[in-house]
């Protein structure tokens, strides 16, 4: 009897364990005030935004603060699907777009921290579909100014035109630090019109392809837009980077993600493509009316704040089958999943006791690498995968110094703040994006937080 009432027991302590460990994985919720917040100037968020929504600036939107690994504020607004009268829900899922680059730049740091490759090597001695790429001059000595940080259209004009179809040998071949923090050359072919942006929507880079060592096969035939090391110019460098990690580890990009990074997580919503029985939750992106329906809109001059379902054009890959598994743009996540991610690097890459990069690799992440080189954004620099803010002053936003962030081009936006213990997360599905929306949910979190580390 005593040995059996020992093992009932024990199941019971067992249990009791594994109900704890559960709920652990799950950031707490918590009251504001008790983490240094107002209540009442939080309520200011939910005023601002919902008249967004009854003006017709936004269809749904989510907003998500934590603070010393405790979520204090979550709340939706609005429509996910409008023309369904689908309401915008916590576990909505969103394209993030380029919120996938600090994702693959932390995966590809794990493969650093493995001894896989050194930042200053040439990206092409592990992919030499890279190799001996070349410069355009009417680019290169074209007088172009770079363009801004990547989440809004750039006017950028067409370069020397009397030196198309001229290039040159590079100072150097570009270099895996130079891929993480868009100094290598490279552009993204939809925010300008110069002559290597041509050349990249000719050969379709953005669309869909059979796999990323075909992405690099085209790119590698395209000049450089500039000199590596010379200039920050937002690019298509993050998508190499996923080709790397699958060179580097043997997997595909997608397996390995999953494995030491989505799964471990538990970013259970977080992957390259919507499965069908996850649909019902997949937000409508909507584009302001008149938008092309291809990689030409974001060259398109349109006014309009009347916002539309956007062509379907751009929903092609995140169907289940599309290939393309974009590091740089392609993945769908929820707020939670991507709270979770962020968690992990403010506690300097640990979550829920499971190691995920070393504090020393984070610092290094989220400082800035660009040397002489500077953003066209004052107090704003760059680190690997992540913009980085040197003087908060300069930069004229709400925040701290060494605050780390980035946004996608359909409007969401992240940022994490070590000095305040501080994770802001902002989800809305307009592309391309015309709205300050992500920078007033940043700057209605401040103005509600009471108790300063400062």
Known sequence: MKLRFFTAA???VLMLVSLTDAQARDLPRTKPE????????????????????SDGVMVGGQGLIARNGKVIYNQTWGMRDRERQLPMTTDTIHRIYSMSKPITGVALMTLFEEGKFLLDEPVAKYIPELANLQVALSTA????????????????????????????????????????????????????????D????????????????DFVQKLGRIPLQYEPGTRWHYSVGVDVQGRLVEVLSGQ?????????????????????????????RFAQLYAPKGTPGSSNAWLANVQSNELEVANDFANRNYRPGATFESGGGGLVSTAEDYLRFCQMMLNGGELDGRRYLSPHTVALMSRNTLKDVRMDRPGVGFGLDFAVVEDAGAAGDSGSDGEYNWGG??????????????????????????????SKFKVLTYQSLESSAL
């Open 252 to 280: 595909k990009f997608s397996d390995f993600l999953n494995t030491r990074l989505f799964a471990p997580l538990e970013m259970k919503d977080t992957a390259f493509t919507v499965p069908v029985e996850k649909q019902e």
């Open 34 to 53: 008790r983490e240094g917040f107002s209540s009442e100037r939080l309520a200011r968020i939910d005023a601002y935004m919902q008249q967004a929504v």
């Open 409 to 438: 081009a359909a409007g969401t936006r992240f940022w994490i703040d070590p000095k305040e213990n501080i994770v802001g997360v902002f989800m809305v599905q307009s592309l391309p994006h015309r709205t300050t929306l992500a």
């Open 141 to 196: 000595e074209g007088g172009i100014t770079a363009t801004s940080d990547g989440t809004r259209s750039s006017s950028e004009g067409a370069g020397d035109t009397t030196l198309e179809g001229k290039t040159r040998q590079p100072g150097h071949q570009p270099t895996i630090r130079e891929i993480m923090n868009h100094t290598a050359g490279f552009t993204y072919g939809v925010f300008g019109n110069t002559e290597v």
């Open 198 to 213: 041509k050349q990249y929507r000719a050969a379709q880079l953005l669309t869909e392809h059979p796999s990323l060592l």
């Open 10 to 12: 024990s199941v019971c």
